[in-house]
């Protein structure tokens, strides 16, 4: 049976964290499926297709990663698509206790899906999206920080002219 992981996120926009996280889950499981969950609650600065077409790009040279969009629960998706597994990055012990949080509700929704947890590269250990935005907004340099395609993406939404 295909060992087929979700990776869950609002990945607004991907990072080069997401990526570590999501390169490492491609060598465990066949098949890694990043899914761009609509968070409604959240003032995003891509839109969904957007998101999931920069995803797309960052993430071509993996083979066995593909990207999906998903309004709703989380395990609903994963049992849909018959996943073993949820592949969750986490960057300090702040993580942690949310992340545990999440995982006791998955678990008791679907007791059948695991979660794995992967430790994100020191090096990207403070980044988040949210730091991204906030710098790239000020015209700071991100180039290091995120795939090249989002830092043209975030350069072209924060230098481009308002109308």
Same mark, same amino acid.
């Not at 090249?148 to 350069?155: E, G, Q, R």
């Given at each position: 049976?295909?060992?087929?992981?979700?990776?869950?996120?609002?990945? /607004?926009? =991907?990072?080069? #964290?997401?990526?570590?996280?999501?390169?490492? #889950?491609?060598?465990?499981?066949?098949?890694? =499926?990043?899914?761009?969950?609509? +968070?409604?609650?959240?003032?995003?600065?891509? !839109?969904?297709?957007?998101? @999931?077409?920069?995803? !797309?790009?960052?993430?071509?040279?993996?083979?066995?990663?593909?990207?999906?969009?998903?309004?709703?629960?989380?395990? /609903? %998706?994963?049992?849909? =698509? +018959?996943?073993?597994?949820?592949?969750?990055?986490?960057?300090?012990?702040?993580?942690?206790? %949310?992340?545990?949080?999440? &995982?006791?509700?998955?678990?008791?929704?679907? /007791?059948?899906?695991? &979660?794995?947890?992967?430790?994100?590269?020191? $090096? %990207?250990?403070?980044?988040?999206?949210? =730091?991204? @935005?906030?710098?790239?907004? %000020? #015209?700071? +340099?991100?180039?290091?920080?995120?795939?090249?395609? *989002?830092?043209?993406?975030?350069?072209?939404?924060?230098?481009?002219? $308002? *109308?």
């Amino acid at each position: 049976m295909k060992r087929i992981a979700v990776c869950p996120g609002s990945f /607004d926009p =991907i990072t080069l #964290g997401h990526l570590d996280i999501i390169k490492r #889950g491609a060598r465990v499981f066949d098949e890694v =499926i990043v899914v761009v969950l609509n +968070n409604s609650a959240k003032n995003s600065l891509f !839109t969904l297709e957007e998101r @999931k077409e920069l995803i !797309t790009e960052a993430t071509s040279a993996i083979p066995n990663v593909r990207v999906d969009s998903f309004s709703g629960l989380l395990m /609903d %998706y994963a049992k849909k =698509i +018959n996943a073993s597994a949820i592949l969750r990055g986490l960057r300090a012990v702040s993580d942690f206790e %949310y992340e545990m949080q999440i &995982t006791a509700m998955n678990k008791k929704l679907v /007791d059948e899906i695991d &979660t794995f947890f992967v430790m994100t590269n020191n $090096q %990207y250990s403070f980044l988040s999206s949210s =730091i991204v @935005k906030e710098v790239a907004k %000020y #015209g700071g +340099n991100v180039k290091d920080l995120v795939p090249d395609c *989002v830092n043209s993406a975030l350069t072209e939404k924060f230098l481009k002219p $308002q *109308v």
